[in-house]
């Protein structure tokens, strides 16, 4: 009897479980970049998923100046176009802020003292006076204009020119390589002692670093940043230093990194242990020339975590190193570019996809040991 082939129901609602996952985690991502290349004003007035749509925009433009006019006949005539080189066209135009849409294309608007103002749908215009203009400004004009998609790079030319990027790209750097590589370190040897090395109060240890992974961070940056200023009086050194933020960042990263290398060091196979002792090999021995090269999936995968942490991280740098020209990480330069009030979406979604590319090169180039690590020492 030949086997039956047919899959489980369950096959398939893993499939189409995982498939949902994919598609909720990249949809997002998808918006951000489609955003990151729109025109800034389409994307102020419409969201993403409407980028291949031609938008409404309500727009408010002046026209020439006074000194522009011309006298045609017996009135004094200011002739342009709304829309330059852009592609579109008008639908309705206005020349109050009470009424922006009061009037069709194509139709002459009475404005005051026998002025009159016309606009056609491709963007022309002709403010007509029987006396001549006066000022030194343009008359507003309220049009609103139908716009076909724009895309554009302007919103990454922006962000790259900004001035003192370059600098806190290197500043990011210096902080996250040795935040990353000090803590795994440290690690390493912590949870080698507390997986194979015999001493009392092992278990509280453990127990310990377990309970720090529930501990905001937050609830430490006072009390730290005190500590450091304390110790920077007493030697006489200035306490927001690269330093401070590498202990910083390896402090709050330690109990992470202790659990996860732990539980993969203690899976190992214990009669490679035992053998070396019987050869001879000290603990260091056997953690230098075994434990760590067998641990090496498990170091990448923190390193994945800790990487993206520090990289991304903008609280700590902010306490820890100020907001100082010389020392300002990307975080802080993008958001120092982005201003206070938040309102620059193309600045922050050409930002988002600026500030990913170093942490994508790290991920993809460290993922196979990701599930191997994390999976490693919860089965036997």
């Avoid at 304390?230 to 202990?247: H, N, R």
């Avoid at 035992?274 to 603990?283: N, P, Q, T």
């Amino acid at each position: 009897m030949i086997a039956s082939s047919k899959r489980s129901p369950l096959t398939y609602l893993v499939h189409a479980t995982v498939l949902f996952l994919v598609v909720i985690w990249t949809i997002p991502t998808a918006g951000l970049f489609v955003s990151s290349i729109r025109d800034k004003d389409q994307l102020s007035v419409s969201g993403w998923w409407t980028a291949l749509a031609t938008s409404e925009q309500r727009i408010v433009d002046r026209a020439q100046e006074p000194k522009a006019q011309v006298q045609e006949g017996g009135r004094f005539v200011i002739r342009g176009n709304l829309l330059g080189e852009s592609a579109g066209s008008i639908t309705q135009f206005g020349f109050s802020s009470l009424e922006p849409e009061a009037f069709a294309v194509g139709t002459v608007a009475e404005m005051r003292k026998g002025q009159t103002l016309e606009v056609t749908a491709n963007g022309d215009y002709v403010l007509s006076s029987p006396t001549p203009w006066k000022g030194s400004r343009g008359q507003r004009i309220f049009y609103t204009a139908e716009v076909p998609p724009r895309f554009t790079l302007d919103n990454y030319r922006e962000v790259l020119s900004a001035e003192g990027l370059g600098q806190s790209f290197l500043n990011s750097l210096t902080v996250t390589i040795p935040a990353t590589i000090i803590p795994i370190l440290v690690a390493a040897f912590a949870a080698y002692a507390l997986a194979w090395m015999r001493f009392p109060g092992r278990a509280l240890l453990v127990a310990a670093v377990v309970g720090l992974l529930v501990v905001p961070l937050q609830m430490s940056l006072i009390p730290l940043l005190k500590s450091y200023n304390l110790i920077g009086e007493f030697f006489g050194v200035g306490s927001k230093t690269y330093v401070g933020i590498w202990l910083a960042h390896t402090g709050f990263g330690l109990p992470l990194a202790i659990y996860l290398l732990r539980n993969y060091i203690a899976g190992l196979p214990g009669e490679i242990i035992e053998s070396a002792r019987v050869d001879g090999a000290s603990d260091f021995d056997i953690f230098r020339k075994i434990v760590l090269p067998l641990s090496f999936p498990a170091l990448a995968s923190f390193a994945i975590f800790q990487f993206l942490w520090v990289w991304n991280d903008l609280l700590i740098a902010m306490v820890f190193l100020g907001n100082n020209e010389e020392h300002l990480v990307l975080t802080g330069q993008l958001r120092e570019l982005l201003g206070s009030r938040g309102g620059n979406w193309e600045i922050l979604t050409a930002s988002a996809f600026i500030t990913i590319i170093v942490p994508l090169c790290v991920f993809f180039s460290l993922q196979r040991y990701l599930v191997r690590g994390l999976l490693a020492g919860s089965v036997k």
